[in-house]
């Protein structure tokens, strides 16, 4: 059976590394006030923040139903006999549920996974369906393990800037002025449903020291069972100067040596609610 891997944009795989991967992209709606843009194809993080620093009205959308149907469809005409389609967790939006009342139209040949993930964890997923298809793992087999692992995951991020929790809701224009007066940090966690408080601490060294601490606990407690080399650590955020970056990255692999190499960008999903300067790390179990 020849099965082919789907997903959106906000598991931040771009065109390029789609098509390098063999897996096929969606790419996600931004809207800047009135107009929608699509992430990777018209905008991208850099044109997001110009946006959310001129105080534009941005947000994130789900994708249209047609342009999901179109993607299918070519993937169908290409001679694949069914579709592992991945999209970014329920939790955050209601893609992954439009996603599976479309697939009802494909007679059981398309297979929506509620995978719970985002970002740079949702990416580990994608790479992870496609090992198993190469393996010879059937679609049923793919959506089972992938659900069933979807929570062996953590995001942690740290705001740079409180103003854009409070245009998101999540702070009070008084907190976000006396936290900025006071160099509160809010700590933020994604572990499948929810971006939900996680810590507030002072200032950033604070603040890299809680997100790493974070982790080590998680590997302590929720992934104590699993074998070392079937744990990874990854460095991101929506850090805009390549020496924040490489700060960052240098500060999680002095206690993780073995962490990848690299900074992942957010996905523009994550950027409209944090936006820029955030920093972020994840951990995740990699079976395959």
């Known amino acids: 059976m020849k099965i082919a891997i789907t997903t959106d944009s906000n598991s931040g795989i771009t065109a390029r590394e789609a098509e390098q991967l063999g897996v096929?992209?969606?790419?996600?709606p931004v809207i800047i006030d009135t107009e929608t843009h699509l992430e990777g194809v018209d905008i991208h993080t850099e044109q997001l923040f110009e946006a959310m620093e001129a105080d534009r009205s941005v947000s994130s959308s789900q994708p249209a139903p047609g342009n999901l149907l179109e993607l299918w469809h070519s993937v169908f005409r290409q001679g694949y006999d069914a579709i592992v389609h991945i999209p970014m967790t329920s939790?955050?939006?209601?893609?992954?549920?439009?996603?599976?009342?479309?697939?009802?139209?494909?007679?059981?040949?398309?297979?929506v996974v509620d995978n719970h993930r985002i970002s740079v964890t949702q990416r580990a997923s994608v790479l992870e369906a496609k090992h198993m298809a190469q393996a010879g793992h059937t679609p049923e087999e793919i959506k089972a393990y992938l659900e069933e692992s979807a929570f062996r995951a953590s995001i942690y991020l740290t705001v740079a800037d409180l103003k854009y929790l409070q245009r998101g809701g999540r702070l009070s224009s008084s907190e976000a002025l006396l936290g900025t007066l006071l160099n509160i940090k809010p700590i933020l966690s994604?572990?499948?449903?929810q971006v939900e408080a996680f810590a507030k601490v002072r200032g950033l060294k604070a603040s890299e020291k809680k997100m790493i601490e974070a982790v080590q606990n998680d590997i302590a407690t929720r992934f104590a069972d699993v074998p070392a080399d079937k744990l990874r650590i990854e460095v991101?955020?929506?850090?805009?100067?390549?020496?924040?970056r490489e700060h960052w990255n240098a500060v999680v692999r002095e206690t993780f040596p073995d962490v990848k190499a690299g900074y992942v960008t957010m996905p523009c999903s994550i950027a409209t609610h944090v936006g820029p300067d955030c920093m972020a790390m994840a951990v995740y179990v990699e079976e395959y």
Do not use: H, K
């Open 24 to 28: 096929f992209l969606l790419p996600m």
């Open 91 to 111: 939790g955050l939006s209601g893609s992954c549920q439009n996603a599976a009342m479309l697939a009802e139209d494909f007679g059981g040949r398309v297979y």
């Open 190 to 193: 994604i572990q499948g449903y």
């Open 236 to 244: 991101g955020g929506t850090q805009r100067r390549q020496e924040d």
